[in-house]
């Protein structure tokens, strides 16, 4: 099976930098999704990662240690809008299917 | 344009009565997927189907039932023995290989009353 790890709440102030973290189980890697999803509304795709290393796109990257389950997101230039729920996920591996971690709530405040 | 597209956005339904959620997407994916999250809940997973006419129960099917007869559409249905209906239930597909990102839907909102 699969298993994933999240902190439940984050606060940040506009303009700084926050880094949301991840850790995981999975019986077969198939690489680590980061979604973000708005109160009320469907999760949105942030980034694919599957080899280890940083990504960086834009004010969002995402790292990757395939060694130690770990993953986080770093935004940057905290935005009003970028508060919201940060999702880990993994693929379907073997008999597992996409899973989903329960999200980071980040509130960003003024 | 392609996309997963779900409706109704909002649905008020009364205690005892089935009611069934619609999913439709023009992407092509092979495999469809429902999920139900409550407030400050992660997403838990209710049905998948990898294929036509092939589902699989998630972790929390039950009081729960969807068919898979067209490769566009997976129906949820909600029925009255689901003991706590009222959530929010996301659609999603994904081309169904190994780098699945998965492509929800805008969401259906259920209220029973």
């Known amino acids: 099976g699969q298993n994933i790890d999240q902190p439940t709440e984050m606060t940040a102030t506009e303009g700084a930098i926050v880094q949301i973290n991840c850790t995981y189980q999975?019986?077969?890697?198939?690489?680590l999704f980061w979604y973000q999803q708005h109160a009320g509304e469907a999760p949105t795709f942030l980034s694919y990662?599957?080899?280890?290393g940083l990504e960086e796109k834009g004010r969002f990257s995402s790292f990757l240690s395939r060694s130690k389950g770990y993953s986080y997101l770093l935004l940057k230039e905290l935005q009003m809008k970028d508060s919201a729920s940060y999702l880990c996920?993994?693929?379907?591996?073997?008999?597992?299917?996409?899973?989903f971690g329960k999200g980071t709530m980040l509130l960003v405040s003024p | 344009d392609g996309g997963i597209t779900q409706s109704p956005k909002y649905l008020f339904r009364k205690e005892g009565q089935n009611v069934t959620l619609s999913c439709e997407q023009n992407l092509n994916h092979d495999a469809m997927y429902w999920y139900r999250q409550d407030p400050g809940q992660g997403l838990r997973l209710i049905y998948y189907s990898q294929i036509v006419n092939d589902f699989q129960k998630g972790d929390i099917a039950e009081g729960y039932s969807v068919s898979r007869e067209k490769k566009e559409s997976f129906p949820l249905t909600v029925t009255s023995a689901q003991k706590n209906p009222t959530a929010f239930y996301l659609c999603?597909?994904?081309?169904?290989?190994?780098?699945?990102?998965?492509?929800f839907g805008q969401g259906t909102r259920l209220t029973v009353v």
């Open positions: 999603a597909s994904s081309i169904g290989g190994m780098n699945t990102e998965a492509f």
């Open positions: 999975t019986s077969g890697f198939n690489g």
């Open positions: 990662n599957v080899l280890d």
């Open positions: 996920a993994l693929p379907p591996s073997g008999y597992s299917t996409l899973t």
